[in-house]
């Protein structure tokens, strides 16, 4: 069966500070696909990246950055040098190519303070 | 621009009584989800449809039910017997049936108990 897990339920910094949000799966396929959604106070999930099984290159984006080890079954997010708008409630999802549906965590509330 | 629009944005419901949120995208995707947000979890899938006239229960479907008769159109109805109904519900689409496409999510729903 398929599971994600994240730890940390909330997570609280001060602006500039560099914060990794950590993602833990579980799953049995060989093929399957890891996502990370940002959700903002507005409500709507806002898709962030996608990562399958077979590729596990680092990726940078801007001030974002995921780590993918199969080793560990991680998929985490590093938001680098944080502001006031990255505060949201952040989602790692699981998707097997078995199965039917998207799986999620239970999401991290990400507060940056100015 | 393309999207998915939920409405009403808050809705209320009585005791015994059936309400139905509505669920419309623009983007021609095939595939439409339903899902229930409580506060300090994550996600969980409701129903499903892949194509049109065409859907499947998720993991919480008692008290639920969908049609899909229209491409664009994925309404949720909550009725009588479901005994919490109170939480944010979102709606999502993405595009054909591959495992590997991100979900695009509708602002949300909150419901209500009067």
């Known amino acids: 069966a398929q599971k994600v897990t994240q730890a940390q339920t909330e997570i609280s910094v001060v602006e500039k500070e560099d914060v990794t949000l950590d993602c833990v799966y579980e799953?049995?396929?060989?093929?399957?696909?890891l996502f990370w959604y940002k959700q903002p106070p507005s409500g709507e999930l806002v898709f962030l990246i996608r990562?399958?099984?077979?590729?596990?290159q680092n990726e940078i984006s801007g001030r974002y950055s995921w780590n993918f080890q199969k080793s560990t079954s991680s998929f985490n997010f590093t938001i680098t040098a944080s502001q006031v708008v990255d505060s949201a409630v952040y989602f790692c999802?699981?998707?097997?190519?078995?199965?039917?549906?998207?799986?999620f965590g239970q999401g991290t509330r990400l507060t940056i303070n100015p | 621009d393309g999207g998915i629009t939920q409405s009403p944005k808050y809705l209320f419901r009585k005791e015994g009584q059936n309400v139905t949120l509505s669920c419309e995208q623009n983007?021609?995707?095939?595939?439409m989800y339903w899902y229930r947000q409580d506060p300090g979890q994550g996600l969980r899938l409701i129903y499903y449809s892949q194509i049109v006239n065409d859907f499947q229960k998720g993991d919480i479907a008692e008290g639920y039910s969908v049609s899909r008769e229209k491409k664009e159109s994925f309404p949720l109805t909550v009725t009588s017997a479901q005994k919490n109904p109170t939480a944010f519900y979102l709606c999502a689409s993405s595009r054909g049936q591959s495992k590997d496409q991100p979900q695009h999510f509708g602002d949300g729903t909150r419901l209500s108990i009067l």
């Open positions: 999802a699981l998707s097997e190519w078995g199965a039917q549906k998207l799986v």
């Open positions: 990562r399958n099984s077979f590729d596990e």
């Open positions: 799953t049995r396929d060989t093929t399957y696909y």
């Open positions: 983007l021609n995707h095939d595939a």
